[in-house]
């Protein structure tokens, strides 16, 4: 029965997140037709007041469970320290300045009740950018709907979109996310796929996936790099050299162009070829 499914969400948050974003997230959160039966949410460093006060508010109202540290330290971090606390046999991805579709964890997770040899599942997202407090970009993203290390998608780019993903918590717990990269969760993709794990995605969107300003300024030369390198290594490492390997290439070529030239190529629907 739905009523007996238990999982965790985690999410971490530190003190540049806004304030409207965290409480339009959180709403998500309590609006969802199978709610979460436990919230662990990482405190990356100390917060702002206005972020504590939040918090506050809404531990009355979802079933938060606050954890943390007083320097930040950065996402893989923070989420390999959030795993300790998590207590069910599943855990869901979750940002700070994302929204939920209100079926998202239902169908995700009945999903795997019923297809007991996947382990990791996502979704498409809907992408939306707001300028001026108007979305001037609004249209899903698809992710590749069953991946393995052999497809050839992987050359295309990355085979599941982090904040939809769905987990056994046993196997995030064995694998963790790796600080040695800044693209931590494709990394840990790679390391999944290559040991014989599948990765399936639900086509259709459970996830608004937020682009700011900030998306763009994450984007420098130390974080293409990293980006390249795992792409790099891990394609070779299954298929030896292929023409496909170009597509890596692009896309870090992308990474290294003047910020107005990368938001208008991010924003384009031909970012599902070079870029996703």
């Known amino acids: 029965m739905q009523d007996m499914i238990k999982f965790?969400?985690?999410m971490s948050i530190y003190y540049k997140e806004r304030p409207e974003y965290l409480i339009q997230c959180l709403e998500s959160l309590e609006k969802q037709t199978l709610p979460a039966t436990e919230i662990i949410i990482i405190k990356d460093g100390t917060l702002t007041r206005d972020l504590e006060q939040i918090l506050f508010v809404w531990q009355k109202r979802l079933p938060i469970e606050i954890v943390g540290y007083e320097e930040n330290k950065g996402l893989a971090y923070a989420l390999n320290y959030g795993l300790q606390f998590c207590s069910y046999e599943l855990v869901a991805r979750m940002d700070s300045d994302d929204i939920c579709m209100i079926v998202r964890f239902e169908k995700q997770i009945n999903y795997l009740k019923e297809h007991?040899?996947?382990d990791i599942v996502g979704s498409n997202i809907l992408e939306f950018y707001e300028d001026d407090n108007k979305i001037v970009h609004n249209w899903e993203r698809s992710y590749p709907i069953f991946t393995n290390k052999n497809s050839k998608s992987l050359f295309m780019g990355t085979p599941i979109a982090h904040p939809s993903?769905?987990?056994r918590t046993e196997?995030?717990?064995?694998?963790?996310y790796n600080n040695k990269f800044f693209n931590e969760d494709i990394d840990l993709w790679f390391r999944l796929l290559l040991d014989g794990y599948s990765i399936t995605n639900?086509?259709?969107?459970l996830i608004k996936y937020r682009i700011t300003n900030k998306t763009f300024e994450r984007r420098n030369l130390k974080?293409?790099?990293s980006e390249f390198k795992i792409y790099w290594q891990n394609l070779y490492k299954i298929h030896g050299f292929s023409l496909l390997l170009i597509f890596p290439c692009l896309r870090f070529v992308s990474r290294l162009m003047p910020r107005f030239y990368m938001k208008k190529i991010y924003l384009s629907k031909k970012r599902n070829i070079i870029l996703r």
């Open 223 to 225: 974080k293409a790099l």
């Open 116 to 118: 007991i040899n996947i």
């Open 8 to 10: 965790s969400v985690l």
């Open 165 to 167: 993903v769905i987990i």
């Open 202 to 205: 639900i086509n259709e969107p």
């Open 171 to 176: 196997i995030l717990k064995k694998y963790q």
